[in-house]
Antibody
Framework: EVQLLESGGGLVQPGGSLRLSCAAS????????MTWVRQAPGKGLEWVSS????????YYADSVKGHFTISRDNSKNTLYLQMNSLRVEDTAVYYC????????????????WGQGTLVTVSS | QSALTQPASVSGSPGQSITISCAGS?????????VSWYQQPPGKAPKLLIY???KRPSGVSNRFSGSKSGNTASLTISGLRTEDEADYYC????????????FGGGTKLTVL
């Protein structure tokens, strides 16, 4: 059974940093691209960033480019999101999600999701 | 690039069918057969219902079906059940632009 468990969320002041983690199990982690999607309180889903299975390809939404960094450690089956220069508008539940297709092709659909971790940016 | 456009809410009675539309553009829905749909019950994580416009993952009821015409995708739910009450989101690849993936704004389904 695929399991994705996010951690690292919390309350942070504007301008601060946080690193989110997503521990994966139940599948060959290195064979799948992974993605972060966020959801601001009472709002819809927003794609944040994706990374290829090997880690060589990374993609970012314009809203986070330059202040978020996605990475992965395939030896630890863990996905990360380093968030710097946090802004109030980054407040959201952050979900990690698994790409639906194995290998290097990215079909941009997500067949497993974690339960999310809440990031609150406030002074 | 804007989010895909979905109706804010739809409703139906048990046993009926409803359709949720997802309007995009030639840059996303119209160019790629990479539309997916997700169901999100209140307070829970999204769940994949449909991928590549019409395909259903194993375990998803055949009451859920997807289609696309031009720049607009649609999700149809037949034989509505009270447990279908949730938020529904469409999603599309946006190709080679910097915005790789775009979601719709979400539709709240109420089963009366």
């Amino acid at each position: 059974e695929v399991q994705l468990l996010e951690s690292g969320g919390g309350l942070v002041q504007p301008g601060g940093s946080l690193r989110l983690s997503c521990a994966a199990s139940g599948f060959t982690f290195s064979g799948y691209a992974m993605t972060w999607v966020r959801q601001a309180p009472g709002k819809g889903l927003e794609w944040v960033s994706s990374i290829s299975g090997g880690g060589g390809g990374t993609y970012y939404a314009d809203s986070v480019k330059g202040h978020f960094t996605i990475s992965r450690d395939n030896s630890k089956n863990t996905l990360y999101l380093q968030m710097n220069s946090l802004r109030v508008e980054d407040t959201a539940v952050y979900y990690c999600a698994k790409e639906g297709v194995y290998g290097s092709s990215l079909l941009w659909y997500f067949d497993s999701w974690g339960q999310g971790t809440l990031v609150t940016v406030s002074s | 690039q804007s989010a895909l456009t979905q109706p804010a809410s739809v409703s139906g009675s048990p046993g009926q069918s409803i359709t949720i539309s997802c309007a995009g553009s030639r840059s996303d829905v119209g160019s790629y057969n990479l539309v997916s749909w997700y169901q999100q019950p209140p307070g829970k994580a999204p769940k994949l219902l449909i991928y590549e416009v019409t395909k259903r993952p194993s375990g998803v009821s055949n009451r859920f079906s997807g289609s696309k015409s031009g720049n607009t995708a649609s999700l149809t739910i037949s034989g509505l059940r009270t447990e279908d009450e949730a938020d529904y989101y469409c999603c599309s690849s946006a190709g080679s632009s910097s915005l790789k993936v775009v979601f719709g704004g979400g539709t709240k389904l109420t089963v009366l």
